[in-house]
């Protein structure tokens, strides 16, 4: 069920079978494990406590998770996009009526991300939301919000690591039962952005057509064969 990666332990088997697997978690943390994501966590101790904790799963969210994971010998079932899980997670919320949260990205795509989901989820439950645009350790009337309509699910898009380290500090706290960073999630429902054409996602190139679309994102792709090659070389290492 895990490949293991360094000290991280990656779900390695279906997106249907992630999204039973929660079930069985009372709290929750969805790390959306990309390249970039993983980097962090071995880079910060608070991320590395959080993303390898009981109450983390980490999906392969990348290209370059999946490629690490051939390198060990250990290759994950497939890709596992973050957008995806949330999309599937909101479903399974609008059928059990189980409410959800929005945090983050700028008040105007939350609100967007907010009338999006009402229209294609008609019976979901989207008990608040809320920018992103606040200082981490000042907070304490977005916690009590949250806190007062207690979700299920809080999906925080936040860019990493940013969205990584809130919920690190504040999941002991809030009693939501799944914890996700979305990232450029609240994005494309807004309609902001579009995701490639499902023939790039499908060959593992979606990361390609992001970055022409949004060319800042090239600075991330470093991400990528920095974190490829540690892998290498732990491997070889360990040998």
């Not at 914890?179 to 902001?192: E, K, Y």
Request: net charge positive; hydrophobic share 40%; charged share 25%.
């Amino acid at each position: 069920m895990i490949t293991k990666i360094f000290n991280y332990e990656i779900f390695n088997k279906s997106k249907e079978e992630l999204i039973n697997s929660i079930n069985n978690f009372k709290k929750i943390h969805i790390v959306s494990g990309n390249p970039q994501v993983l980097l962090n966590g071995i880079q910060d101790n608070v991320l590395l406590d959080n993303f390898t904790s009981k109450n983390s799963i980490i999906i392969p969210d990348g290209v370059g998770t999946v490629i690490c994971s051939k390198i060990v010998g250990q290759p994950v079932n497939e890709k596992i996009a973050g957008i995806e899980v949330m999309e599937c997670i909101v479903k399974k919320c609008e059928k059990e009526n189980k409410g959800i949260y929005l945090l983050g990205s700028t008040k105007e795509t939350v609100d967007m991300c907010n009338i999006n989901l009402r229209t294609n989820y008609r019976k979901l439950n989207i008990l608040g939301s809320h920018d992103g645009y606040f200082e981490m350790d000042n907070c304490e009337e977005i916690l009590k919000d949250i806190e007062k309509v207690n979700p299920h699910v809080l999906f925080v898009a936040m860019g990493c690591p940013r969205q990584e380290l809130f919920i690190a500090k504040y999941m002991d706290r809030l009693q939501c039962n799944v914890f996700m960073g979305v990232g450029g999630s609240f994005d494309i429902i807004a309609g902001n952005v579009k995701r490639a054409p499902r023939w790039m996602i499908n060959i593992g190139m979606e990361w390609l057509f992001r970055v022409i679309k949004e060319p800042f994102r090239i600075k991330r792709l470093v991400s990528i064969p920095k974190f490829i090659l540690m892998v290498i070389k732990d491997k070889y290492k360990r040998k």
